[in-house]
């Protein structure tokens, strides 16, 4: 069947880490900077991971109580036992869960991600070769304009202008799409009289 790639808003979302060795210090630096409300419960923790600010930080042995009141859930242990185990509690309550290294345990899975600004693009193989999404990674990286963010930045706020002059929904498409490709092959950001022209070509 596969994984469908939503994306899901996860500032101040609740999260749980069960385990904070090399990598559960991998799954908090990908989830840090998108803002959620993480807590991570081990008994022996890697330095680095106290050093990250924004977590909470249990060093004790998990129970099962931890992820009540949980959007999701990271099992990051070098216990397959309690990593099945916390499988099952999440399970059980409709709770996300991801159990590293095992993706028939995993509601979700990570997948390799390039942000820049507000470009967000999630990459995945299914579980079959993380190596190979890191790669194509890169090379989609290597096509992305160095001015993505400036680009769209402006692609944003030229939409309600185009919404208000072009009332066909083909055209007002159309003139959109035209907009974007033309700062993608040109990488640059068309200045007020330029756009100006462009919009009157649409909605004459």
Do not use: W
Not at 189 to 200: A, R, S, Y
């Amino acid at each position: 069947m596969g994984y469908f790639p939503f994306f899901v808003e996860l500032k101040d979302t609740p999260g749980l880490i069960v385990g904070a060795g090399r990598v559960g210090l991998h799954k908090i630096k990908k989830l840090i900077d998108y803002g959620p409300q993480l807590t991570v419960v081990a008994k022996e923790f890697d330095s680095r991971v106290k050093e990250i600010q924004g977590i909470v930080c249990e060093q004790r042995e998990f129970t099962d109580s931890d992820i009540e009141g949980k959007s999701f859930v990271i099992a990051a242990t070098q216990d397959e036992q309690l990593n099945a185990h916390i499988y099952k509690l999440c399970s059980e309550r409709h709770i996300p869960v991801n159990v590293v290294d095992d993706k028939d345990k995993c509601s979700f899975i990570f997948p390799s991600v390039i942000r820049k600004g507000n470009l967000n693009i999630g990459i995945s193989s299914g579980g079959a070769s993380p190596a190979m999404t890191m790669l194509l990674a890169d090379r989609i990286t290597d096509s992305i304009p160095d001015n993505i963010e400036g680009i769209l930045d402006y692609l944003e706020e030229i939409r309600p202008k185009a919404k208000e002059l072009i009332e066909d929904d083909v055209r007002r498409s159309r003139f959109l799409a035209y907009m974007a490709g033309l700062t993608l092959k040109e990488n640059r950001v068309p200045d007020e009289e330029e756009t100006k022209h462009c919009l009157e070509k649409y909605y004459k």
